[in-house]
């Protein structure tokens, strides 16, 4: 079963969604790399070496690393650490593939925000990372008919991270979460591989019909702080989306659209708009 059957992918219009696709990452190497910053981070500063400890120097993979980082973050009195960290790590070692996506977004992270020095950061610190991988945790519990539990992890989260992320919604690997406050999913919202998106992005539907009623990202795009995209439109491939637009439309390939509600102003520059994270609207005439 490929990584995108694993993770429940649907089809998205009239083509197939890329979901967790292509690139490969080698799991052991990152686990190297987190270990050695770890080392070099407990020694530097001491009052967090009890943190390292737990999360990073104890652990013997980036499954039980990541368990322990979350349970951590979510465990409360109506479900300890004692029981959450086993859970979640449980869901990690049946279904290595989430541990595959989440070391994506981890590498997504560290490559595309100049802000961030070593890969650690996300994974100690960075709550759009880790709100991310709650979802893929809350995601599997749905997709495993476990409703109840996965919309307790989504609502944990909410309160935790300020991210708000329906454990129906479907996403894919590599994705830059940079802040992360105030993003919304709704249920049925598709967002492809290698999508970078700033805070308080809503990804929402319209009204109260039922069925496929929230966005399709495609894979390449980058959406401004606080864009607005309702309904079920598509965002094409190496989009971009002006901050705080509001997209009522599809959005073609390759475009750039701003405004309330959002028009095209420009043809992107980039190529990878998401990878890139050139936030200008390219207001270069060639509409």
Same mark, same amino acid.
């Given at each position: ?16 969604? $890329?979901?967790?696709? /292509? ?5 052991? #190497? ?12 407990? *020694?530097?500063? +001491?009052?967090?070496?009890?943190? =390292? ?34 859970? =979640?790590?449980?869901?990690? $070692? ?13 590498? *997504? ?7 961030? !020095? ?6 100690? !610190?960075? #709550? ?24 307790? !992890? ?6 935790? !991270?300020?991210?708000? =992320?329906?454990?129906?919604? %479907? =996403? ?29 992005? %809503?990804?929402?539907?319209?009204? #109260? ?18 864009? $607005? ?12 989306? /002006? ?11 390759? $475009? %750039? ?15 990878? +708009? ?14």
């Amino acid at each position: 079963m490929s990584e995108s059957q694993q993770a429940g992918a649907i089809p998205a219009s009239k083509n197939t969604a $890329k979901l967790c696709a /292509g690139k490969s990452v080698d799991l052991e #190497k990152v686990w190297a790399t987190l270990r050695s910053e770890a080392l070099r981070v407990a *020694a530097e500063e +001491p009052t967090l070496r009890n943190l =390292i400890h737990d999360v990073i120097l104890s652990r013997d993979h980036l499954a039980t690393a990541l368990g322990a980082r979350l349970a951590r973050r979510l465990a409360r009195e109506d479900m300890p650490r004692i029981g959450m960290e086993p859970l =979640i790590t449980g869901v990690f $070692k049946a279904h290595p593939h989430i541990v595959h996506a989440a070391s994506r977004d981890l590498l *997504a992270m560290f490559e595309r925000d100049p802000a961030c !020095f070593s890969p650690l950061e996300p994974l100690l !610190f960075f #709550k759009g990372f880790l709100a991310l991988s709650t979802y893929r945790v809350a995601h599997q519990f749905w997709l495993d008919g476990r409703r109840w539990l996965a919309l307790y !992890f989504q609502s944990v989260a909410s309160e935790v !991270f300020a991210v708000d =992320i329906h454990p129906a919604a %479907t =996403i894919g690997c590599g994705i830059l979460l940079d802040h992360g406050t105030s993003f919304v999913v709704g249920e049925t919202a598709i967002i492809e591989d290698d999508v970078s998106i700033l805070h308080e992005v %809503t990804l929402g539907g319209t009204g #109260k019909q039922a069925g496929d009623r929230h966005p399709i990202i495609r894979s390449g795009v980058l959406l401004g702080a606080g864009a $607005k995209i309702l309904g079920r439109v598509v965002i094409g491939t190496g989009a971009k989306v /002006g901050a705080g637009s509001v997209v009522l439309n599809d959005v073609p390939p390759h $475009k %750039t659209v701003a405004g309330v509600p959002a028009v095209v102003v420009g043809v992107s520059t980039d190529e990878n +708009p998401a990878i890139a994270m050139n936030q200008s609207l390219d207001c270069s005439g060639q509409i």
